[in-house]
């Protein structure tokens, strides 16, 4: 008996071996993600009461792409500190997608959108986005990210990304992170393999009843302690920019028909802050295109460059609609 249990440990190891192997050459659906994760985690300053922040002067490669910080700590080209008279500073804050996991610097939403405002900008205006996105981010740490870094910027518009998982308290994933198994798995690959297959059978057993009543009993509610710390912190991020009359609108990637853009609905008319819809999966244009033509892989749903142009588009529009725009000369 007890060679038999010896026998099938050394299969197990070696089974779980030559899988992280191959799942690390082969990379199938993309499982990179989690490790690569991991590793972008590994390089943050913990400091309060923010939580953590991208250190400066970082260069280093995450997710197949090089990732370089400036000297405050974003994903960003140096920022003078003297404003051109015929500059115009639209603030881009969020998570990893504003940050632009799996694309280099210059397909991120932030400088796509920065070229298509700058093609139909007049003689005497530049436009310069800045990418103030943070992996994993909230609301709250937006909040305070803005107060100790964003508005010394001078921006003159500030578009904040939210995500479903903005409601997380605003170290989640580092509380993941304690938990030791936890934390080795995720820098596995074959773990990493094996959470996906067992996430995706899970979805294909799954009947809609079920992801109905996830849905209803999720945190997406008015009287959850989670959301109404949202609420606070987009009134507070509204009141700190009406102070110093810099506009601001919120921007979902998601359809606002979903949970938590019908939340985003009622604050959005409640304090008179202009909602923008960029769910390109719902535009003609994209809704035919497979999901693989517009993400990083299947377990990496972060937009690829083709995606963040399509996001970037959407949002180009959506900000003439609505006339956030300076008109020329102004």
Known sequence: MKRVLIFLVIQVVLVFVLTEVFARILDPAGISYYPETASL?????????????LPP??????????VQTNSLGLRDREIPTIKRRDEY?????????????GVEAEDSISFQLENLLNQEAAKDRRYRTINMGVPSYNTEQELIQLRDVGLSLEPDLV?????????????WVFEKRSNLAANLAQRSYAASLAFVVS??????????????A???????????????AVDRSLVSIRESLRASEIPLAIVSTWPLDSPHGRLLGVLADREGIPLLEVAIRRDPRWMMLAPDDLRNSRTDNHCNPKGCNAIATLLHERLNAAGLLPAPGR
């Not at 500073?89 to 996991?101: A, C, T, Y």
């Open 214 to 228: 996830v849905v209803a009993s999720g945190p997406y509610r008015m009287d959850n302690p989670s959301w109404q």
């Open 41 to 53: 985690l590994d390089q943050m300053i913990i400091e309060e009461p923010i939580g953590y922040r």
């Open 57 to 66: 002067k970082m260069s280093g490669r995450f997710h197949g792409v090089h």
């Open 159 to 171: 578009l904040l990304f939210f995500i479903p998982n903005d409601i997380e308290p605003k170290m």
């Open 199 to 212: 996430r995706q059978m899970g979805a294909m057993f799954r009947s809609r009843d079920t992801v109905d």
């Open 89 to 101: 500073r639209v603030l881009m804050m969020g998570d990893s997608v504003v940050f632009g996991v």
